[in-house]
């Protein structure tokens, strides 16, 4: 924002960004700083229609990106098996396998669990089509070839290995429904 001078009243206008930022004045529309900035951004970076992709738990956790699913899941897994469940809350968070992470690791049993979202892993049950673009941005086919490959690496590292699909966690009876939907 400018000065202006003062009018013949004596006072002086403010000036408001017009042009460069369209028409956006923060002193009437924003309290501070960083909402300034926020109304900024989607006024003049954010496309029409673009949804926020917002964390499920929102910004604030444990720095491992893990779903309520799954960590829902591995609960219910443990205590139906008896097994202690290593994941991104325990204390030292996700196992590592090279550069990946293993959703759950049971040490007792050397064996690894890996909790594949329909969406983020492209389930070929749910999203069949290969070129169907997902919301990362990449198409299924795609995505189901790098998964392939990370699944691939870490099976060659830990054999024992058991994958379960968002879709079919949701459709085992009983306990697991009951306890993954609050």
Request: aromatic share 8%; proline share 5%.
């Amino acid at each position: 924002m400018t000065k202006r001078p003062a009018g013949p009243d004596g006072k002086a206008d403010r000036a408001a960004y017009k042009t460069p930022h369209n028409g956006i004045d923060p002193v009437r529309h924003c309290v501070t700083i960083a909402s300034a900035c926020m109304r900024h951004f989607r006024t003049n970076h954010l496309k029409p229609g673009h949804w926020a992709l917002v964390p499920e738990k929102g910004y604030d956790s444990c720095g491992d990106n893990q779903s309520e699913l799954a960590l829902n899941f591995m609960q219910w897994y443990a205590e139906k098996h008896g097994v202690r469940i290593q994941n991104a809350f325990s204390a030292d968070g996700e196992k590592r396998v090279g550069n990946f992470r293993l959703d759950g690791w049971i040490e007792s049993q050397q064996k690894g669990l890996e909790i594949h979202g329909c969406v983020w892993h492209a389930c070929a049950k749910c999203y069949p089509d290969d070129n169907e673009v997902l919301t990362c941005g990449k198409s299924a086919g795609r995505i189901r070839e790098l998964n392939q490959k990370r699944m691939d690496f870490i099976v060659g590292k830990i054999p024992n290995v058991e994958v379960f699909w968002q879709c079919e966690i949701e459709a085992m009876p009983g306990a697991v429904t009951d306890k993954l939907r609050p």
